[in-house]
């Protein structure tokens, strides 16, 4: 049975911890001039995106050619799906051919555990449906542990999440995985954005907690939410929800600002970035390649407890 | 270097074949062998092999700067070579201390330090590491322990203490001493 990483709630406290010291390692590989080691020789990965993605899929593909593991590379709209081949015939076939992992992101929640079940190669939930995001729960961890330099935990910390929690399987992921590692998380939504039940703190405007917070993560409003009269306007999303100019200026310099991207310029961020003192989105991007080589060699380097019993050392 | 219970099981009944001052000696001798070998100091950087080749590198660098006062001592640093390992996918490898390497290898005098030589596969990945950072004009060995069985070609060039041992022996190295355990004594 190999070993899979589904969600942050399956990888556990000890799990998380383990995946950020080793993307130290992997950051340190990163910062060479040539930035490859051959840890992972003759492994294969298979980037299996039924759901469109930039920056998730090309990390990952980054991080597997960096531990030098081959890549396969899997377009839905120009496979045998249209045929009418099922997912999990589609599967089988693609790991008859010889496939160590399995890197998938599917609109549907819950797709990773159904196809670990098909197969005995580890799987890795790149994003299901409105469910678990794990590796950007990891690269949010990784972020916030590197630029604020705590190693130990984030005890004290206090979180503001921003924006579309319902939709959100970032606001899930990065939630849990703040709170497992001691921070404090406040939802701010309106009614309409949260999900039926929940244990969290939630305000229904930002600019109740705006001053109190070490964190801003703003999540990625999406104009369809606009069609389903879950928001009256995007204009006044970004009135109660938006980080303007006004709250811009009034955000300590201490306080970091984080986006899981892609961004909507204008409505959840309605200032530029990059002017921003506590801006990290760009090292967002950077860690998701450290956090994902991390999983990667976490899955697919560690090998079985007795494989190589006593093997010799030194 | 390593995590396994190889060379670090010092709470175990074990026979001390060295004490803390063999150890110290023998890490001044090797120290004055690593000036004289190089005719001085001139592009000589020591690298610890992570984790137990470190605190060997340190003590190494001190010393050498101790019996060189006038000059500006050896650059140190160290690697891990955890991702380079040949066993990797065949048992637990988990990355010890992430490499600290602040200076170019490029053409320098890379001595690499581990506190135990054994099969030789620790030191083949770190000399691999090592060449992810540059071209060392040559790279030199220096060990506490050499406990033999090698299953590669490779030899040090400064050896504290040649100790003969069983495969099914375990040696542990500190600054207080080296003992041998296991056996099936």
Redesign the interface.
């Known amino acids: 049975m190999s070993r899979s990483l589904l969600s942050i709630s399956e990888l556990g406290e000890p799990g998380l911890r ?1 995946l950020l ?2 993307a ?2 992997m ?3 990163n910062r ?1 001039a ?1 930035p ?5 020789r003759g ?1 294969t990965v298979c980037n299996l995106f039924f759901e469109d993605s930039t920056r998730t899929r090309l990390s990952f593909e980054t991080a597997a050619k960096r ?1 030098s593991a081959d890549t396969m590379n899997f377009a839905v709209s120009q496979s045998s799906l249209n045929k009418g081949e099922s997912l999990r015939d589609t599967v089988e076939t693609i790991a008859a051919m010889g496939v160590d992992a399995f890197v998938i992101r599917h609109g549907s929640s819950g797709a990773p555990w159904q196809l670990s079940s098909w197969t005995t190669a580890s799987v890795i939930n790149a994003g299901d449906g409105w469910h678990a995001h794990p590796t950007q729960a990891l690269l949010d961890m990784y972020t916030v542990r590197t630029t604020l330099n705590r190693l130990e935990g984030f005890d004290g910390l206090r979180v503001a999440m921003v924006g579309d929690i319902k939709h959100s399987r970032v606001a899930r992921s990065t939630t849990e995985a703040f709170k497992m590692l001691g921070a404090d998380v406040t939802w701010v939504a309106p009614r309409t954005l949260l999900p039926p039940s929940h244990k969290e703190h939630v305000v229904a405007h930002l600019d109740e907690v705006i001053d109190d917070i070490d964190i801003l993560y703003l999540l990625r409003m999406q104009k369809e939410r606009m069609n389903e009269a879950l928001v009256p306007h995007l204009r006044e999303y970004t009135t109660r929800f938006g980080l303007t100019p006004e709250r811009a200026a009034r955000l300590g310099d201490h306080v970091l600002v984080m986006h899981p991207g892609p961004m909507n310029r204008g409505v959840e961020m309605a200032v530029d970035p990059s002017e921003l003192p506590g801006n990290v989105i760009n090292q967002q991007v950077t860690n998701g390649i450290n956090v994902r080589m991390a999983v990667l ?1 976490d899955l ?6 007795n ?3 006593g ?4 | 270097m390593t995590n396994t219970p190889d060379e670090k099981s010092p709470e175990l009944s074990g026979k001390q074949v060295l004490g803390p001052d063999d150890v110290r000696r023998a890490i001044t001798r090797m120290a004055h062998e690593i000036i004289e070998r190089n005719r001085g100091l001139a592009g000589v950087a020591l690298v610890g092999i992570q984790t137990g080749g470190v605190w060997v590198a340190e003590l190494l660098a001190a010393e050498i700067a101790r019996i060189e006062p006038e000059t500006d001592g050896v650059r140190l640093g160290s690697v891990d070579a955890s991702l380079y390992r040949d066993d990797i996918g065949l048992r637990p490898v988990t990355p010890g201390t992430v490499s600290d390497l602040t200076f170019s290898v490029e053409g320098a005098t890379v001595v690499l330090v581990d506190d135990v030589l054994y099969t030789g596969r620790t030191v083949r990945s770190a000399l691999d590491a090592i060449g992810d950072y540059g071209r060392p004009k040559s790279v030199q060995l220096a060990v506490i322990v050499d406990r033999g069985h090698r299953e590669l070609p490779i030899r040090p060039d400064y050896v504290g203490k040649n100790l003969p041992t069983s495969s099914e022996e375990s040696v542990s190295v500190t600054a207080e001493g080296v003992v041998i355990s296991g056996g099936g004594s």
């Open positions: 383990r010291s080793i130290d390692h950051a340190e590989v060479r040539n490859k080691v051959p840890a992972l492994k531990l060699f697919l380097g560690s090998g079985s407890e494989s190589l019993a093997s010799p050392e030194a």
